[in-house]
């Protein structure tokens, strides 16, 4: 009886022991770190992001967390898991936004992975905007929908600048317009395009306008690449007191006329047409 006793509580310490060296840790979330500041570039106390609050520095970090895994079913699937967070960020008197982490094999990061966010700038509710400064000696992309009614504009320095969700959907639209491979489903560009990037730049001196686009083609059928076509030309833009933005382009008439201001924020614009 003590021998059968004596068995499987062998057997049983054998199976917990395998069952422990049979896991793998594997990442959730990696430490992540920063400084939320509103535009005024003054930190932002006690913004809850995700489950931390900032202190009166406005610095946050958020704790790496892991999870264990089965080494086997880990084996079958031959890959690491993927890395999705998402840390909401609230604060009274501001925009509601969010931090959203995301890689197809991030979950193998071993122990002590550290993402630092540096500076996260913070909207106000009530956020008003020079409108002139944001636009004089200004620098942009640009990109525009099949009927050129819709612009946006992206400010160089956009990249550095945002961290967050809703700057980043920004992007993503503005992004979908100029690559008909990254976004099949729009099709926005012309049939033989595959690419279009423009800039464009705004400069005060005669608000003088000056402009290049970039489009890349697609293989032909006996895969033939077509070399990409570089199109300058210049005009000019005035901004009215009603804050409508006016564009007078040479050989580039599509996207001339008369704009409404939308979507403003320090490094994107977008403009809706008026007529």
């Known amino acids: 009886m003590r021998k059968t006793k004596s068995g499987k509580l062998t057997i049983g310490l054998f199976l917990i022991?395998?069952?422990?060296?049979?896991?793998v840790s594997?990442?959730?979330?990696?430490?992540?770190?920063?400084?939320?500041?509103?535009?005024?570039?003054?930190?932002?106390?006690?913004c809850k992001i995700g489950e931390a609050v900032t202190g009166i520095n406005g610095?946050?970090?958020?704790?790496?967390?892991?999870?264990?895994?089965?080494?086997?079913?880990?084996?079958?699937?031959m890959e690491a898991p993927p890395l999705m967070v998402h840390a909401p960020i609230e604060k009274d008197g501001f925009e509601k936004d969010a931090v959203s982490l995301w890689s197809p094999r991030g979950g193998g990061q071993s122990k002590g992975a550290k993402y630092n966010l540096d500076t996260i700038y913070l909207k106000r509710n009530d956020e008003q905007f020079d409108i002139p400064a944001l636009l004089n000696n200004s620098k942009w992309r640009l990109s525009y929908n099949k009927t050129a009614d819709t612009i946006y504009l992206v400010k160089y320095g956009f990249t550095a600048w945002c961290k967050t969700d809703r700057c980043g959907r920004f992007y993503s639209s503005y992004e979908a317009l100029t690559d008909n491979q990254y976004a099949d489903r729009v099709k926005n560009?012309?049939?033989?395009?595959?690419?279009?990037?423009?800039?464009?730049?705004?400069?005060?001196?005669?608000?003088?306008?000056k402009i290049?686009?970039?489009?890349?083609?697609?293989?032909?059928?006996?895969?033939?690449?077509?070399?990409?076509?570089?199109?300058i030309a210049g005009g000019s833009w005035k901004l009215t007191t009603d804050n409508l933005l006016w564009f007078d382009i040479h050989n580039m008439k599509s996207i001339s006329g008369k704009f409404k201001l939308s979507d403003i924020d320090l490094y994107q614009l977008r403009l809706i047409r008026t007529e």
Do not use: W
Not at 30 to 43: A, F, L, M, T, W
């Open 17 to 23: 022991i395998l069952g422990l060296s049979s896991c």
């Open 26 to 46: 594997r990442l959730s979330r990696p430490e992540i770190s920063g400084v939320i500041v509103g535009y005024d570039n003054k930190p932002v106390a006690g």
């Open 59 to 77: 610095h946050f970090i958020l704790r790496e967390q892991r999870y264990q895994a089965f080494m086997l079913s880990e084996i079958m699937v």
């Open 189 to 209: 560009l012309p049939e033989g395009i595959i690419k279009r990037f423009i800039d464009i730049e705004l400069e005060s001196h005669k608000s003088v306008l």
């Open 212 to 231: 290049q686009e970039i489009d890349h083609y697609a293989r032909t059928s006996d895969e033939v690449i077509k070399k990409p076509d570089t199109l």
